[in-house]
Nanobody, 115 residues
Framework: VQLVESGGGLVQPGGSLRLSCVASGFALRDEVLRWYRQTSEKEREFVAQLHTTGNTVYANFVKGRFTISRENVKNTLYLQMNSLKPEDTAVYYC??????????WGQGTPVTVSS
């Protein structure tokens, strides 16, 4: 089982990024999936969840700005991030929820929002 995040980078406030998370070893459509983020000053925090039914849940601080989705053919999870703010700066991680016994955190993808 492996999850590999990508798509992060440097973006100006108000800009957009789309993060990707490619899964191997399991089918994303069969799992509840989450995005998390972490900074050096804060513990890892929940950002968004996509249920197998398609239902989504978002942290209050990203509601209306971020969208979680998946593409089953590519076995890839996405996080579309719009109207980015400096406080969105973090390393972003994807994960199954609950995690499998063999799951471990990937390297994440860093997002920096700065002018």
């Amino acid at each position: 089982v492996q999850l590999v995040e990508s798509g992060g980078g440097l973006v100006q406030p108000g800009g957009s990024l789309r993060l990707s998370c490619v899964a191997s070893g399991f089918a994303l459509r069969d799992e509840v999936l989450r995005w998390y983020r972490q900074t050096s000053e804060k513990e890892r925090e929940f950002v968004a969840q996509l249920h197998t039914t398609g239902n989504t849940v978002y942290a209050n601080f990203v509601k209306g700005r971020f969208t979680i989705s998946r593409e089953n053919v590519k076995n890839t999870l996405y996080l579309q991030m719009n109207s980015l703010k400096p406080e969105d700066t973090a390393v972003y991680y994807c994960a199954r929820f609950p995690p499998g016994s063999s799951d471990s955190w990937g390297q994440g993808t860093p997002v920096t929002v700065s002018s």
